[in-house]
C-alpha cells in the first residue's frame, strides 16, 4: 500500500476511536483494541485467525450494550444475537460470514445443563481459518461440515469461559460515574458519523488483503502464545497504518492481554507472587512460613482466603510439588534451619512459566526490587514509597540529588533506563512501577526500530 494508503487509514482508525469514546466510556487502550478489531472484521479474508472480542463488567449497566450498539453501525455484516438455537448459529455463519455479537453470553453459559455445549464448541473451533464442526443434518442425517470462521463479539457479566477468554481480547468496562462525558446514544445520528467509516473501511479492506497477508508484525515479548495469535492480526492492521499506530497497538496489546495474573492458573499466579516476595524481600532464601506468611499479605491475590483458610506452610508445599519444587532445611540469618526454599530452586520454573524479564536487569541496580508485573502500566494509588512527579507522557521524573527536576527522556528514548534507575534508587519509585514502566520502554523501542 502506498503512503497514502496508510494515511487513509491511519485516519480512518482515528475516526473510529473517537467515534467509538463519544458514546462509551473506556480507555485508550481499549478504544484502541475496539478500532483495530472493527477493522479486521473487515480485512478478515487476509487472516488465519480472528480474535474474541470479550467485552465484560463486574455488574449491569456498565456500558457493554451500547458498545455492542456503537459497534453494529461500524462492523462488517454485523449480526447481534441473543440465545440463537445452534442451527441458526452454525448455518448463518456458514452464508454470510457475518460480524457476530453475541450480547448476554453470561446467561448462556450459567445454565446448568448441557445445552451450552454447541456454542461452546463453535467459539471453541471458531477462531481459526478451515476449522470446521460436523453435524448430522436432514432426515437422511447426512454428515455436513459448517464453517464457523467469522469474528465474534460477546459480552457478559463476569468472566468468560477460561477457554473462550484464552482466545480473546478482553475489554474489562466499568460503570460511567457522572463525571465522565458520553453522548446520548440515537441511532439515527450515530448513523451519521458511523456510516462513511463503515463504508470507508469496507473499501479499505478491498485493497488491503495482499498486504495484511504477506504482513508478519512483530509481536511484543511479554505477550503469551494466545495472545500473539489474538493480536497479530490487529498488529498488522496497526503496522500498516503507520504514524501513531504501530506504538499505541503495541501498547494496547500489553495493557490489555500481557499475562494477567487474575486469568492466569493458580500455580502461575503463585509463582509470580513468590518471585515478588523474594524481590521485595531481598533475600536468597526464606522460610516455609515466612513465605507463606507473606504471600497471605498479597492483598489483590488469593492466597489469604482459600477455601476460608490462609495459605500455610503445607498447603504452599502441596501447591509447588508439580512445579518439583519441594521445601528443604535452610540456614537463616539467625542460624536457624527451619524447613524453607532457596531463590535458586525457583529459578527453572520461574523462566519457563514467567519468563526471562529479570535477567535483563540481574546487573543493574534495580534488581533490588523490580519485579515482572502482571497488570496495566498505571501507577498504583497507594504507593509505599514517595509518590513519583509523572510527566505528560507518564514517564517518570527522575530527581536530581538537589531535588530538581532534570531533563526526563520519553519512553523509547536514549537515557531512560538509566532515569529510570534514578528514580528507584531515589525511592521515588517502587519496584514493581519501575518494571512496568521498563517494560513499556522496551517494547516501544523495539517498535520504533521496526518502523525505521
Known sequence: MTPKHSEHLARLL??????????????????????????????????????????????????????????????????????????????????????????????????????????????????????????????TQQLVDFNVFCAKALAGIGDLPDTVADRAIIVRLARKRSDEPAQRFRRREALEIAEPIAQSLASWAQDAVAALEAARPEIPAELDDRAEEAWEPLLAIADLAGGHWPDRARLAAVELSSGRAEDEALGVWLLRDIRAVFLERDVDRLSSADLAASLSEIETSPWGDIRGRALDARALARRLKPFSIRPRSVRLHDDTTPKGYLRDQFEEAFSRYLGDFERHTDTTSMDKGIAADSEPPHVADENPRKPAPVNACGDVAAKTPEGTGNGVPHLGDEGYVEALEAAYDAGHVTGDEAAKRLHLHELVARAREAAA
Open 14 to 139: 482515528d475516526a473510529t476511536v473517537a467515534y467509538v469514546r463519544d458514546y462509551v466510556v473506556m480507555s485508550s487502550a481499549q478504544a484502541d483494541a475496539v478500532a483495530l478489531w472493527v477493522a479486521h472484521g473487515h480485512a478478515l479474508d487476509a487472516f488465519e485467525t480472528t480474535p474474541f472480542l470479550g467485552v465484560t463488567s463486574p455488574e449491569k449497566r456498565c456500558g457493554k450494550s451500547r458498545l455492542f450498539d456503537v459497534l453494529e453501525l461500524v462492523a462488517a455484516r454485523p449480526w447481534r444475537t441473543i440465545t440463537p438455537s445452534e442451527a441458526v448459529l452454525y448455518r448463518k455463519i456458514e452464508a454470510v460470514a457475518p460480524t457476530l455479537f453475541l450480547d448476554e453470553i453470561d446467561a448462556v453459559f450459567n445454565i446448568s445443563n448441557g445445552n451450552t455445549e454447541p456454542l461452546r464448541a463453535l467459539l471453541n473451533a471458531g477462531n481459526r481459518r478451515g476449522t470446521a464442526v460436523p453435524r448430522c443434518v436432514g432426515p
